[in-house]
């Protein structure tokens, strides 16, 4: 099936710093990529939608200049937390379309678990 | 009022027990229903799908779509320890390619 990475797998950061986090698709090409959030005890929230070579679209109440988004190649998407803050430590999930015919499957990474201290 | 609702369980259960998982939704837009699997420290995974309504199965696995009432199940028949994972329902409208997930119910099945 289709694998994707995503790297790091936890990380722990001060609050002021950045931090990016990568998403590779490994064994398929893919022209969009989205990015999730998932806090404690609640459901797994899309951040943005990321085309190869054009701007993510974001969801309404994702700071777009806040979560930074490259999807600067078929198979790798960043998203980078600037100036991270306490709530921003949370559980950061990618997931990669494939082709699935018409339901255009999502195949997602591990996930980056994000503490902010 | 949630667009999805899931009972987040937990869920515990004897090995070999047929097991139910629902969620209702309040979007009459969406057409396409998906559950996924997820085990600790994993990504979710595509379990099943399904289009519009009517029932789906595969192997033990059967999902069951009623768009009149605004419900979906999941079911697990003889269950086994490695069925244990948090099964998250997923759905969406047609044209649009955003997931709008419920908070998944964590299942146990005890040999």
């Known amino acids: 099936g289709a694998v994707v990475s995503q790297h790091p797998s936890r990380v722990i950061c001060k609050s002021g710093t950045s931090v990016k986090i990568e998403c590779r698709s490994l064994d398929f090409q893919a022209t969009t990529m989205f990015w999730y959030r998932q806090f404690p005890k609640q459901s797994l929230m899309l951040m943005a939608t990321?085309?190869?070579?054009?701007?993510?679209?974001?969801e309404q109440g994702v700071e777009k200049d806040k979560f930074l988004i490259n999807h600067a190649s078929l198979t790798l998407s960043t998203l980078t937390v600037t100036s991270a803050h306490p709530e921003d430590s949370s559980f950061y999930i990618c997931?990669?379309?494939?082709?699935?015919?018409?339901?255009?499957?999502?195949?997602f990474g591990p996930g980056t678990r994000l503490t902010v201290l | 009022q949630k667009e999805v609702e899931q009972d987040p369980g937990p869920l515990s259960v004897p090995e070999g027990a047929i097991v139910s998982l629902n969620c209702t939704y309040s979007n009459s837009a969406f057409q396409y229903f998906m559950w996924y699997r997820q085990y600790s420290r994993k990504g979710p995974e595509l379990l099943m799908y399904t289009y519009s309504s009517g029932n789906k199965e595969d192997g033990r696995f059967t999902a069951q779509v009623d768009k009149s009432s605004k419900y979906i199940s999941l079911f697990i028949r003889d269950s086994q320890p490695s069925d244990s994972a948090t099964y998250l329902c997923a759905m969406k409208q047609g044209g649009s390619e955003k997931l709008v997930f419920g908070k998944g119910t964590k299942l146990t099945v005890n040999p």
């Open positions: 990321s085309n190869e070579g054009s701007k993510a679209t974001y």
């Open positions: 997931s990669a379309r494939g082709d699935g015919g018409g339901l255009g499957t999502q195949y």
